[in-house]
C-alpha cells in the first residue's frame, strides 16, 4: 500500500511512503536490524542477483527499514525516490560523484557547508574534477560560470552561519537552460516541510538526517532523493561500492524522529522569531542573522520557496572573540555545541569550532567574526531559553575582562 503524495504533509511524515507487510500487524516499522537475506533456493538468489526478481540480498544493497525511510522521506520531498546514507556528507557524496567522472567541472555556491567545501575543494580537485564556487545571489555570476563539461550546480539556502538565502526559483530556470547539469540542493536546514527545491527544478535534495529529520540529536545520518532513475543510479554506484549505506538502527530512530517532524518543526520556528526578537534588542549585541527580519536579504523568498524562516539564528558581539566565549560558558541550559536541529537548544562560536580550519583571512572574507555566535533554537519554553541567553550575555558582557580582552 503506497501512501500517495496528495496527502498533508503532516500525515506524511507518519504513513509516507511504502508500507512494510508484516505478519503480526505491528503499528511501528519492523527493525530488520540484519545483515543479509537467506534465500528460499540457490535459485532464488541466482534470479535476485540477476535483477530478475525484487527482494532482498545483502543490507549495504538494501535493507526493508531503511527503505521505508527513503521512501517516506522522498514522499515528503515530492520527489520519486530516495537513498540514505550513513551521514549528511555520505549523502553529499554519493549525490555528487555518483554523476561526475575526471575532467568535468561543478559550480557550488560558495556558501556551503564546510566538509562539502572540502570535499569539492580538496578531494574532487585530486580526482581531476575542477569546482568553482560563486555567489549564487548573483546571476550574472551563476550564469557565467556555466562550461560545456559543468555536469551539477550544488547550492544550499539558506546557508551557514549567516542564514544567506538563493532564489531557487533563479537557479531553477538558469539550470533549465543546461541539460546535462543536475542541480543539488542540501536542504538540511529547512527540511521538506519548510522548502521543496524539486518544486524550483533541483534534481536531487540531500539531507544531513542528523539535524532536524531525527531531531533527537542520537543519530548520524543522511538522505538523498530524487528521480528513480538518478536514485538507482546513486544506490548501485557511489552508495553500494563506496559503501557509506545507512544502518537499519538508524533508520529506525529516525523514521521515529520523523514522526513528530510537523510538531517540531512549528515550535522550532516560533521560539525562533521570538529568540531573535530578543537578541535584536539586546544592547550589546550588534547584529541578528535571521530570514524572517524584514531587512534580511531575500527576505522575500519567505512565502515564496520557503514556508517559514527556520530556526538557526546568527548573532555578532561587538565585543569580539572573548565575550562570545564567555556567553557561551555562562550558558547554563543551552548546550555548547555544535549540530542543529535537536529538542536540545544549541550553540557554538564559529570562529573557534565549525569554522576554525580557515585562516584568519578567509574567516574575515567569509564574514565569520571573532564576536559571531549561532544557536540552534530548541523546543524548551521560549522564556527559559530566552532568561537562559539573557543572564549569560549580561553576565559575560559586563564582566570587565571581557571588555578589556575583547578584539
Ligand atoms: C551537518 C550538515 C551536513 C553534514 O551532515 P553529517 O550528518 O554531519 O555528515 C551537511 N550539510 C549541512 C547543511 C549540515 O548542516
Redesign the pocket.
Known amino acids: 500500500m503506497a501512501k500517495g503524495s496528495s496527502m498533508h504533509q503532516d500525515t506524511l511524515v507518519i504513513h509516507g511512503g511504502e508500507y512494510i507487510q508484516e505478519p503480526y500487524g505491528s503499528l511501528t516499522t519492523p527493525l530488520y536490524q540484519t545483515s543479509t537475506f537467506v534465500f528460499p533456493d540457490a535459485e532464488t538468489g541466482g534470479r535476485r542477483f540477476a535483477g530478475e526478481e525484487s527482494g532482498y540480498m545483502y543490507s549495504r544493497l538494501g535493507n526493508p527499514t531503511v527503505n521505508q525511510l527513503e521512501s517516506r522521506v522522498a514522499a515528503l520531498e515530492g520527489m520519486e525516490a530516495g537513498a540514505a546514507a550513513a ?4 549523502a ?1 557524496s554519493a549525490a555528487t560523484l555518483a554523476f561526475l567522472k575526471a575532467g568535468d567541472h561543478v559550480i557550488a555556491s560558495d556558501c556551503i ?1 564546510g ?2 567545501f572540502a570535499l569539492f575543494s580538496h578531494l574532487f580537485e585530486r580526482f581531476g574534477i575542477h569546482v568553482d564556487f560563486v555567489d549564487m545571489t548573483d546571476q550574472h555570476a551563476l550564469e557565467s560560470a556555466f562550461r560545456d563539461n559543468t555536469k551539477i550546480v550544488f547550492l ?1 539556502t539558506p546557508a ?1 552561519p549567516h542564514l544567506r538565502l538563493i532564489d531557487l526559483t533563479m537557479v531553477g530556470d538558469v539550470c533549465r537552460s543546461h541539460p546535462q547539469v543536475r542541480m543539488v540542493v ?1 536542504n ?2 529547512m527540511t521538506p516541510l519548510l522548502q521543496r527545491p524539486g518544486e524550483f527544478g533541483a534534481h536531487i535534495v540531500v539531507h ?4 532536524y529529520l531525527n531531531g533527537h540529536g542520537d543519530v ?3 538522505v538523498i532523493t530524487g528521480s528513480a532513475e538518478d536514485i538507482h543510479l546513486i544506490k548501485m554506484t557511489t552508495l553500494k561500492d563506496m559503501g557509506a549505506t545507512m544502518s537499519p538502527h538508524d533508520a529506525w530512530l529516525i523514521i521515529r524522529g520523523l514522526k513528530t517532524l510537523s510538531v517540531r518543526m512549528e515550535k522550532h520556528c516560533e521560539n525562533a522569531r521570538h529568540v531573535a526578537n530578543f537578541l535584536r534588542d539586546y544592547p550589546g549585541v550588534s547584529q541578528v542573522f535571521y530570514p524572517g527580519f524584514n531587512d534580511h536579504p531575500g527576505h522575500e523568498l519567505i512565502g515564496r520557496q520557503m514556508k517559514s524562516a527556520g530556526a538557526v539564528i546568527a548573532f555578532e558581539l561587538d565585543a569580539g572573540y572573548n565575550a562570545a566565549v564567555q556567553v557561551l560558558n555562562k550558558l547554563e541550559m543551552i548546550r555548547v555545541a555544535v ?2 536541529g535537536d529538542a536540545e537548544s544549541l550553540i557554538q562560536h564559529p570562529a573557534s569550532m565549525t569554522h576554525s580550519p580557515l585562516s584568519p583571512d578567509a574567516r574575515a572574507r567569509a564574514g565569520i567574526t571573532d564576536g559571531l555566535i549561532r544557536i540552534s533554537v530548541g523546543l524548551e519554553h521560549v522564556d527559559d531559553i530566552i532568561a537562559d541567553l539573557q543572564q549569560s550575555l549580561d553576565r559575560a558582557l559586563n564582566a570587565p575582562h571581557a571588555k578589556l580582552t575583547a578584539v
Open positions: 551521514t549528511g556528507m555520505g553529499v557547508y566538509c562539502s544550499e551557514n542540501d538540511t536546514f544531513s538526517a542528523t539535524k548520524v545520518a543522511g549540530s542543529l
